[in-house]
Nanobody, 121 residues
């Protein structure tokens, strides 16, 4: 069984920073691409940032220049550094990872349980 566990969410004032982490554990061979999504109340879940196994990153326009996605392959951990946070960044943030559990199996997507980020004064 593979688990993704997010941490690092919380309440922060506008202009502040938070760093989210997503640690993968369990039995698996490797991790493929990894992503951060978010879902605000009453809105659809949206892709925030994406990172390949080679650490090439892409971002949704609304967070470019403020958020940085990174990964530590040795620790099987994904990060999202969020700076200059705005009230519109308030949402539950989810990590998603493509997991290969054996040499002969394909990549399977797994989701974390989510962590709340609230930006408010």
């Amino acid at each position: 069984q593979v688990q993704l566990v997010e941490s690092g969410g919380g309440l922060v004032q506008p202009g502040g920073s938070l760093r989210l982490s997503c640690a993968a554990s369990g039995r698996f061979l490797s991790l493929g691409k990894m992503e951060w999504y978010r879902q605000a109340p009453g809105k659809q879940r949206e892709l925030v940032a994406h990172i390949t196994t080679g650490s090439t990153a892409t971002y949704v326009d609304s967070v470019k220049g403020r958020f940085t996605i990174s990964r530590d392959n040795a620790k099987n951990t994904l990060y999202l550094q969020m700076n200059n946070l705005k009230p519109e960044d308030t949402a539950v943030y989810y990590c998603k990872a493509d997991v290969r559990q054996a040499l002969i199996t394909s990549l399977v997507p797994y989701w974390g349980q989510g962590t709340q980020v609230t930006v408010s004064s």
